[in-house]
């Protein structure tokens, strides 16, 4: 009697803590979600829902997120990061690597796999070399700079992807847009790099030199393909049929591995967005406040609510696209929350340092503010 009488509630507890589990791995997913089942209320679902959605957008995101999660399943990343680290020779050149291969990883596979991809590497090369001390800094250095390594490119980051194809930016005019505080965000980056002693280290770890011929150079294909999707060059749709045929083929794990609770946040921002954009008295508000510093409201608005959804949000409001861009990509700076990539960081770093969250928060606070004013002002001068 007991038994059967336990039996449910232990499956309901469990159902429970799984849910709960989901929500704290993926938190700003629940918050997308709750918005857009707020927003819902107040504009019930209609036909003009299907036009919120920017279905290039998502497509892309899938290819590109997919095709890199193939290349990290034989290594190819990782394998390239760690040659790169063991020409080196010193803890102030090898942590230069780590922090630039990450920076200019996020142009090409975004920042948050760049830091999916590259923040063990810096873990590795830090406890193999007895420098577990300077995991915060180059933790905080690597996540900025997949934060604004990205910026430069299109598919660099999310909010990038989005506000290229919703504006038909062309692709010229976007590098030229985020060319200055990328030259800026360089030097700063580099300057924190020098600040670490040149001290000799050396890799106890074996760096295996081989990669898979055949998958590595389909894969390659497969990427260049999903970048020719960005720029229009080949139907989004037809991408999407070569790149989802040939990983079920190749490595259907790689399908399994995509980030999935990103494209559903998208997905909830973009309903959050549309219906906001519905509110009168909301789009007059945003409207006005865009009006009188685009930059800065955005970078303010990053703040609370992370760069993708305000890029998608205020996008709703004005057409000053240049300043929009600018802001929520240095707005990813700033607060833990200004950007999705910087909650990766804090759970890999936690996942090696439990009990030291607030002073990861402090240190990650500390710098990235200092990133973002030095940023803020050179913008709204230059």
């Known amino acids: 009697m007991n038994i059967t009488r336990r039996a449910p ?3 309901l507890q469990s159902l429970i803590a799984a849910a709960a589990g989901f929500i704290k791995n993926n938190t700003v997913l629940a918050i997308a979600a709750l918005a ?4 819902s209320v107040i504009v019930p679902p209609d036909s003009e829902y299907l036009s919120y959605f920017d279905f290039k957008t998502l497509t892309c995101l899938f290819c590109t997120l997919a095709v890199i999660c193939a290349l990290k399943n034989i290594k190819f990343f990782t394998t390239i990061a760690k040659r790169i680290v063991k020409a080196t020779g010193n ?6 690597a780590i922090v630039f291969i990450t920076y200019f990883g996020s142009m090409l596979i975004a920042n948050d796999m760049a830091l999916i991809t590259f923040l063990p590497l810096g873990y590795i090369v830090l406890s193999s070399t007895g420098n577990e001390k300077h995991m915060p800094f180059v933790f905080i250095l690597q996540n900025i700079a997949a934060n604004l390594g990205g910026m430069l490119t299109p598919f660099g980051n999310p909010q990038n992807l989005y506000l290229y194809t919703n504006f038909s930016i062309p ?5 030229l847009i985020m060319l200055k505080p990328f030259i800026v965000a360089s030097v700063l980056i580099l300057g924190c790099c020098l600040s670490v002693k040149k001290e000799k280290i050396e890799l106890t770890e074996k760096v295996d030199n081989r990669l898979p011929a055949s998958r590595t150079s389909v894969y390659i294909v497969l990427f260049v393909l999903s970048i020719a999707i960005v720029f229009n060059i080949i139907p989004y749709l037809l991408g ?3 790149i989802l045929v040939s990983l079920m083929f190749m490595d259907r794990k790689a399908l399994g591995s995509v980030d999935y609770p990103l494209l559903l946040t998208f997905v909830f921002f973009f309903i959050f967005a549309g219906n906001m954009a519905r509110i009168p008295e909301v789009n007059a508000l945003f ?3 865009l009006s009188k510093n685009t930059l800065l409201f955005s970078v303010l608005s990053c703040q609370v609510i992370s760069n993708v959804p305000s890029a998608v949000l205020l996008s709703q409001f004005t057409e000053n696209y240049a300043d929009l861009l600018v802001g929520v990509n240095i707005g990813g700076t700033g607060t833990l929350i200004a950007s999705l990539a910087s909650l990766i960081t804090f759970r890999e770093y ?3 340092n439990p009990g030291c969250a607030g002073s990861y928060i402090l240190k990650f606070t500390v710098f990235n503010f200092a990133f973002l004013a030095v940023l803020v002002v ?4 230059f």
């Open 350 to 352: 936690m996942s090696h």
């Open 378 to 381: 050179f913008c709204l001068i």
């Open 171 to 175: 692709t010229a005019e976007f590098m």
């Open 287 to 289: 409207s006005f406040l």
């Open 240 to 242: 999407l049929a070569i």
């Open 9 to 11: 509630s232990n499956g």
């Open 36 to 39: 857009a089942a707020v927003t």
């Open 91 to 96: 803890l102030r050149a090898a942590v230069t």
